[in-house]
């Protein structure tokens, strides 16, 4: 499966959420914005219909990012720290 294939499947299955790719973002603070690799919103905090890229104005229910070869363990813990 690619990455976020099984959460498709599931928010589909059940009809319960978006599955966003890294195209649409969300503020993780005052001047910072992170869109992950995969990002799951249920309909209670982002309603079911049309979806826009960009900002959300909230924040998801689910992130998952893909480490690449080239990431370091310390820029991963980074962006961990920010989506909590």
Avoid: Q
Wanted: net charge negative; proline share 7%.
């Amino acid at each position: 499966l690619r990455p976020g294939g099984a959460i498709l499947a599931y928010a589909d299955a059940h009809d319960c959420g978006h599955v966003m790719g890294n195209d649409s973002w969300f503020r993780t603070g005052p001047r910072t914005m992170r869109g992950g690799d995969v990002s799951f919103y249920t309909y209670e905090r982002l309603p079911k219909g049309f979806v826009p890229d960009g900002d959300l104005g909230c924040v998801p229910d689910l992130v998952g990012e893909v480490k690449s070869p080239s990431d370091r363990w310390g820029e991963i813990f980074a962006k961990v720290g920010e989506y909590l």
